[in-house]
């Protein structure tokens, strides 16, 4: 391997999740010399597994993972779903089928069902285009791929909409001007609300100004409207696609280089990071690879690194940014972190002896006599949507709307008799303080906490088909519940959004990728820094890291070195060239 002049060039990277990991396989790729100071005890950052329900599941509390894939109709190749066919890790398209109950507890007609389902969804896709008509963004760049090379912004054009104007704001409207039911009105509003499991806080926080921004959550054809693509296709698609084993495969996969080649230490936390500017250097005569960032860790030691790049989570940022940076970071970096909005999304594994609803549905079906079709394998809805539950007022008296996906429509070896809650705004924050008071010491609380949330999601699950409270098979063997909300290395969060009131989200997110790293050798990636509808995924996090790394390699001119695994042609992680 030819080496090149960065035997002096040493970059720092703050936090060993996806997007510093992708960026250490960049510069490394490079011949930099790399070290990763990360405060948990693992890679990984917001991707974790837990093996609590006898097999392993992904806890990771990302928008679009670590159980979603978002692919693109761009033409691009997704860096995630490539990942994921390299290393085999398997995906699972969810059949067209939904289950909705209303507020009643009574399960909707399907036709019913279909029909507002179908129309929601066009309503969402409308409010895309009318915020991005309105932010001159029709016409212009491929979201998912802006942003990605010079981080250079996009022409923009003040907005037209109002900056208090939610999504839910739009779908009552629009439901009023379609829907001459009162009830399938109501009905259509109430189903608006699954949007919170996307973006992690309730629909009317949504800013419609920014919906655009949000677009890789349309839906997605697979469940919607029951479209079907060919798993080989790596271009042109846009669908939802669920991992239905873990990310442990990809993870290890974006990690290998920084593994082989950085220098990584895991339990350091970072407590102070400062900066001499660039130009003060220059203006004293000393060279452009003059070490500038000193980073101050838990343990009393100090090391110097010529550039740093800080990947700590928005949250972590918001809390700590003050304190944490000296000299201060510049007025307009600060104010983004802190007009950003924070989503507080958790899951709610329930395993079960056997799937009693699969059962009843085969069942079901079978007595029908139904025909052969795609589906007929998988005859349970993909999808259940409890609307504004009136029947719990003893654990739900403020309604919140429950929705589970049916893990048991996984293929074998993958196929549990789980349901998978997304939980939201405050319902997440009620169930994180049932994990939190019930952090098991010894085995009365593990105890308590079954029995606490077992109490609160049994209205929901006992009202699906072939429920029987008598039957072992209905109670459940296992529940686990993520509490991020209470992580301190997360900022007690989840990951960005952008919510109504927010006048410039899109400059928000482009101050924190432009960071100060040509004056201050400061960088900042992550999925808040992430290309605009990327931002909350674990691509847009991926995609920031790898704009980072080649951004240092342009500042310092240097070329790829020899032998380099970054951007091989069939490579495992440089396809977004």
């Known amino acids: 391997m030819e080496k090149t002049n960065t035997d002096k060039i040493h970059v720092g990277i703050v936090g060993a999740g996806i997007s510093g990991l992708r960026c250490a396989d960049i510069l490394l790729a490079h011949g930099f010399q790399v070290t990763i100071l990360e405060a948990r005890d693992r890679i990984g950052g917001r991707i974790c597994q837990s093996e609590e329900l006898g097999y392993t599941v992904d806890i990771g509390d990302?928008?679009?993972?670590?159980?979603?894939?978002?692919?693109?109709?761009?033409?691009?190749?997704?860096?995630?779903?490539?990942?994921?066919?390299?290393?085999?890790t398997p995906l699972h398209r969810w059949n067209s089928?939904?289950?909705?109950?209303?507020?009643?507890?009574?399960?909707l007609p399907d036709e019913l069902t279909d029909r507002l389902s179908t129309l929601l969804w066009e309503v969402i896709e409308e409010a895309f285009e009318y915020s991005a008509k309105a932010a001159g963004r029709v016409g212009g760049g491929d979201g998912?791929?802006?942003?990605?090379?010079?981080?250079?912004?996009?022409?923009?054009?003040?907005?037209t909409i109002p900056a208090d104007q939610s999504l839910y704001d739009f779908v009552k409207k629009r439901a009023a001007e379609l829907l001459p039911d009162e009830g399938e009105r109501r009905l259509l509003v109430q189903m608006s609300e699954m949007w919170g499991a996307y973006v992690g806080e309730p629909v009317w926080t949504q800013s419609l100004r920014f919906a655009w921004m949000e677009e890789c959550c349309g839906g997605g054809e697979s469940f919607t409207f029951g479209v079907y693509l060919d798993v080989r296709m790596l271009t042109s698609i846009?669908?939802?696609?669920?991992?239905?084993?873990?990310?442990?495969?990809?993870?290890?996969?974006?990690?290998?280089?920084?593994?082989?080649?950085?220098?990584?230490?895991?339990?350091?936390?970072?407590?102070?990071?400062?900066?001499?500017?660039?130009?003060?250097?220059?203006?004293?005569?000393?060279?452009?690879?003059?070490r500038a960032v000193s980073v101050s860790t838990a343990d009393g030691t100090s090391t110097v690194f010529d550039e740093?790049?800080?990947?700590?989570?928005?949250?972590?940022?918001?809390?700590?940014?003050?304190?944490?940076?000296?000299?201060?970071?510049?007025?307009?970096?600060?104010?983004?972190?802190?007009?950003?909005?924070?989503?507080?999304?958790e899951?709610?594994?329930?395993?079960?002896?056997?799937?009693?609803?699969?059962?009843?549905?085969?069942?079901?079906?079978?007595?029908?006599?139904?025909?052969?079709?795609?589906?007929?394998?998988?005859?349970?809805?993909?999808?259940?949507?409890?609307?504004?539950?009136?029947?719990?007022?003893?654990?739900?008296?403020?309604?919140?709307?429950?929705?589970?996906?049916?893990?048991?429509?996984?293929?074998?070896?993958?196929?549990?008799?789980?349901?998978?809650?997304?939980?939201?705004?405050?319902?997440?924050?009620?169930?994180?303080?049932?994990?939190?008071?019930?952090?098991?010491?010894?085995?009365?609380?593990?105890?308590?906490?079954?029995?606490l949330l077992d109490a609160f999601f049994r209205p929901y699950y006992s009202r699906l088909p072939g429920f029987d409270p008598s039957s072992a098979d209905c109670a459940p063997s296992a529940i686990l519940a993520t509490a991020w909300q209470r992580d301190e290395l997360s900022g007690g969060a989840s990951y960005c959004n952008f919510p109504a009131g927010i006048e410039a989200a899109d400059e928000d997110v482009l101050a924190i990728r432009e960071g100060c790293g040509e004056g201050r050798a400061l960088w900042f990636c992550g999925e808040h820094a992430a290309p605009f509808e990327e931002c909350g995924t674990v691509a847009g996090a991926y995609l920031s890291g790898e704009a980072v790394g080649r951004r240092i390699v342009g500042v310092r001119g240097l070329e790829k070195m020899e032998g380099g695994e970054e951007e091989e042609e069939e490579g495992r992680a440089g396809v977004m060239a």
């Open 144 to 159: 998912a791929t802006e942003g990605r090379g010079d981080g250079k912004p996009p022409k923009r054009w003040p907005s």
């Open 347 to 451: 899951k709610v594994f329930i395993t079960f002896p056997s799937a009693f609803w699969v059962s009843a549905a085969a069942s079901a079906s079978a007595a029908a006599g139904q025909g052969q079709d795609d589906d007929d394998d998988d005859p349970f809805p993909s999808y259940t949507n409890w609307l504004s539950p009136a029947y719990a007022d003893d654990t739900n008296p403020h309604l919140w709307p429950q929705e589970i996906w049916n893990l048991a429509a996984f293929a074998a070896p993958n196929r549990h008799p789980t349901m998978l809650f997304y939980l939201y705004g405050d319902c997440s924050r009620h169930v994180a303080g049932i994990v939190a008071d019930t952090t098991p010491a010894a085995a009365g609380p593990q105890r308590r906490r079954y029995e």
């Open 62 to 88: 990302h928008q679009s993972g670590p159980n979603w894939i978002h692919t693109w109709d761009s033409g691009e190749v997704h860096p995630i779903y490539h990942l994921a066919q390299q290393t085999g």
């Open 97 to 107: 089928k939904q289950l909705l109950f209303d507020s009643e507890g009574r399960r």
């Open 238 to 290: 846009k669908e939802e696609m669920f991992v239905e084993s873990n990310y442990s495969a990809i993870l290890q996969r974006i990690a290998a280089p920084a593994l082989a080649g950085a220098t990584i230490k895991l339990n350091t936390m970072v407590t102070g990071i400062t900066t001499s500017t660039r130009a003060s250097q220059e203006n004293s005569g000393a060279a452009r690879e003059q």
């Open 308 to 345: 740093l790049v800080v990947t700590a989570p928005l949250g972590w940022l918001k809390r700590n940014h003050e304190r944490v940076f000296s000299p201060p970071l510049p007025p307009r970096l600060s104010s983004a972190i802190a007009n950003l909005g924070l989503s507080i999304l």
